[in-house]
């Protein structure tokens, strides 16, 4: 029996009957950390039923591909790059939906980490566009998985913080010191860019310069990438592999994890 076969003998029997994307109406979508067999069954749905695609950067050719019969509206967004204005975003969505078109907002990860799908959902509420929200796995923790980094770990740590780098070093930014001291491991998103100044911040904070962190480019695609080092020297092994954004970063105990179940120690 092939793998195909096997797919759809399983669907089969999972009886999946996903619900009706009506005209006017919004679905915010996530299409998870790139890997298509990441999607979910009710994003997969929402994709063929769907007449109006809007989709970010971070979506792999082969997800787009799945709404055959949609019309794409491309609305990526990449740190330091030209793009698509959110508020500008947010009036597409309006617009689409009051033309009668059965719209598709997809997004990397999930819409609601890090994903302004909040920010949408609200302008959608604002206007009175039905809208709902199918959730993706995110890339924070799928990235992890991905290069065997277990999230969790008993007696390593009793949480995960999920943090954006984008505006470190700024006036908007977070207490980088508050999360050292929680000795908790961070995952750090759109933090490329800022990553000498996170590291730094951390040790500041208190984290050792011993403390594992890693750097992990398009978890789940062909193009996956990891850096493993310290927090003292993450900064620099990330810069001299050559590892860009998007990318995620990770400081914690739970980094060592990857060795040992590699085998490695």
């Known amino acids: 029996m092939n793998g195909r076969a096997t797919v759809e003998q399983a669907l089969a029997r999972l009886n999946f009957k996903p619900r009706e994307l009506e005209p006017g109406h919004v679905w915010l ?9 990441c999607l979910t069954l009710e994003v997969l749905a929402a994709l063929g039923q769907c007449d109006a695609l ?70 959608l509420a604002g206007e009175k566009i039905p809208f709902r929200v199918l959730s993706g796995l995110t890339s924070g923790l799928s990235a992890l998985a991905a290069t065997g980094i277990p999230a969790t770990m008993r007696g390593i740590n009793k949480a995960v913080i999920l943090a954006t780098g984008h505006a470190a070093g700024t006036d908007d930014d977070i207490d980088w010191a508050a999360i050292a001291r929680t000795g908790q491991p961070v995952v750090v998103y759109m933090g490329m860019a800022n990553l000498p100044v996170i590291a730094a911040k951390l040790l500041e904070g208190g984290l050792a310069p011993s403390t594992p962190a890693a750097v992990i480019v398009a978890a789940t695609t062909p193009q996956e990438r990891i850096v493993v080092a310290t927090l003292a020297t993450i900064a620099d092994e990330a810069a001299a592999a050559g590892l860009a954004s998007p990318a995620l970063i990770v ?15």
């Open 29 to 37: 979508a996530g299409a998870g950390p790139g890997d298509p067999g």
């Open 54 to 123: 809007v989709y970010d950067a971070l979506v792999s050719p082969e997800v787009v591909a799945v709404a055959q019969g949609a019309e794409l509206f491309y609305a990526g967004k990449r740190g330091g790059q030209p793009s698509m204005k959110q508020d500008d975003i947010n009036a597409l969505l309006v617009r689409l939906a009051r033309q009668g078109r059965r719209v598709v907002r997809l997004k990397g990860g999930d819409p609601y980490i890090f994903g302004r799908g909040g920010e949408e959902a609200l302008a």
């Open 251 to 265: 400081v914690g105990g739970i980094v060592a994890m990857r060795a040992a179940l590699a085998g490695e120690e």
